[in-house]
């Protein structure tokens, strides 16, 4: 999921709450969550291939629903020597030797045992449908779906893009700012998604956040947006070479569709890195995103572009009923 | 990485001086292991979305080289509960907090910090080989470098396609076809692709290759082939859908480029399969292409095409003696 992801349904009206919240000095610092408090209700989704997991519960004595997403972290370079797993205090305990090869569990010391933990709080419906697992179907959306599906519901939805404005206005996140481009036309942010520590380069992940605020997404680029789009790479890759040394020819460089929040932002990740929603269904690679638009300028308006839903979204009840998809009845693992 | 993984490659000889050993009761049990005595000589691998590393070094005091499998445990449900994830002991450490949004790490009770450990001992050459990461670069091959660095590359290298023509002249592996149109011009046959168990819904993977031999890639395709490929989707998804019950829309049809073999085929995995090289650098969705050639027909022959090459690949060199692409010279994993 997204840095967005988290982010792109939260309603007016909890931003709205939660700002008073804030100015009534009710916000999470001063009211610190732990995790002893928490009482569980369910366990959403267990990824078990990239140990991500996702549960939904109450804190006690707080009202409103609370989701806890847990990702262990991936292996550190400081952690694999003497102070880490291969210190003294590291646990071996066996499970089998056979030939040359055993097969233990270890117990390295506390201090490198850090789970990343996203607390949604209070979470809403949406965020708890968004992280239960769920069929997947692909839909084919031509220029009329868009048109009279996919937009009437995006209109309709409204995503909250708060906390993009924040950043683009330098109210918040302003110390995790890597870019700059202050111009209204072409001018961007890079900052580093939710997901990155910072600091590993297998993990790398960056995010440019457009200027220009009528931008929805893919399907709104024409050539007018072509020095915008290579702006956006070059600079991109530049900033990212000098501050991380990561050579361009090693990013991916993408924009998704659907997106996590319909204003314009592209991804910038490590390639060897498998970053979630990097698969072809979902991902554009901003260079052929260019390549296709200096062939043909009206592409994005007159491509038709899959996109994957979940038959928890609301858009697949429209999709659904427009007779585009059907939901599957018998989800049997056994294919005879 | 499954256990056979592990074990496929031990050289005879080797296993022959380790039985030797072990009848002189010189084995890992009468000997044990110790983290804390292993020296690190390089972190061969380190992949962040399945959390796994794996290291190479020695050990104090014993002669030949080790490597060591690190792999994060998956939650189990019995840790996420007051016993494990919410107890009193785990620890929670705020990165930010931005809106209803907390970033935190939290440091569970230690028992539950097992890490999956693998330790091939003595290990051989083969087995470093086989663990080590290759540096992987983007290039953007446009139809001049087609032409003038891909195309003669792949007609010298003369990849044997022996195996293809066996399928399609009914000489080897009929009995897995599952699909067969033996029309010349618009012919394929369909078979589970060799890394699925032909019953898992949540792995199926099958494969068609065509009939006409003349297509290399998805680089030769244009309107001519419209009927071929439209024949195969919709007759793709009719087969698979009578024999394994999986609807066309949970199922990802796509081309690789480079594909790995140059004789035209296609890939119909289920949706949620996370097989290899299904990423946006790599694949192609059938039905994109299908579009791409409707609207442009020669588009193929007029786009830039992205793909991945390792350092280690022959055409790495062709393309970086061009300079098109540069080679890592320093590999650090901390990128400030």
């Not at 996919?150 to 993009?164: A, D, G, I, R, S």
């Not at 260019?290 to 994957?308: G, H, R, S, V, W």
């Amino acid at each position: 999921m997204s840095d967005g992801c988290l982010k792109d349904d939260v309603s007016e009206q909890r931003c709205k709450r939660l700002k008073i919240d804030n100015e009534n000095g009710n916000n999470l610092n001063d009211n610190q969550l732990e995790l002893k408090d928490f009482v569980l209700e369910k366990i959403l989704n267990n990824n078990t291939n990239r140990k991500t997991a996702c549960v939904v519960g109450k804190f006690k004595d707080k009202s409103g629903v609370a989701l806890i997403l847990f990702e262990k972290n991936a292996f550190k370079e400081n952690d694999l020597s003497e102070e880490g797993y291969f210190s003294k205090e590291t646990q071996l305990k066996t499970f089998f030797e056979n030939d040359i090869y055993g097969n233990f569990e270890c117990f390295p010391p506390s201090t490198i045992n850090g789970v990343k933990t996203t607390i949604i709080y209070p979470a809403t419906d949406k965020h708890i449908a968004k992280f239960s697992q769920q069929e997947v179907h692909i839909v084919l959306e031509t220029p009329e779906l868009y048109k009279e599906l996919t937009l009437p519901h995006l209109e309709k939805e409204q995503f909250n893009l708060q906390w993009v404005y924040n950043i683009l206005e330098g109210k918040s996140e302003q110390d995790r700012i890597v870019h700059d481009n202050k111009s209204e036309k072409e001018g961007f942010v890079l900052l580093p998604d939710l997901k990155w520590d910072g600091l590993t380069k297998e993990t790398l992940y960056l995010l440019a956040i457009v200027r220009q605020r009528d931008i929805k997404s893919l399907r709104d680029l024409d050539e007018q947006h072509l020095p915008l789009l290579k702006r956006i790479r070059d600079e991109g890759k530049k900033t990212i070479l000098e501050k991380y040394q990561v050579p361009g020819s090693q990013l991916r460089i993408y924009l998704h569709y659907q997106p996590s929040f319909y204003h314009l932002h592209i991804h910038f990740t490590y390639l060897r890195h498998e970053a979630p929603g990097i698969y072809a269904e979902k991902s554009h690679l901003l260079d052929t995103v260019i390549d296709n638009i200096t062939m043909m300028p009206d592409y994005y308006k007159k491509a038709t572009l899959p996109f994957t839903i979940r038959e928890m979204d609301s858009i697949f009840n429209i999709y659904e009923t427009n007779g585009q998809v059907k939901r599957i009845q018998n989800a049997n693992l056994i294919v005879k």
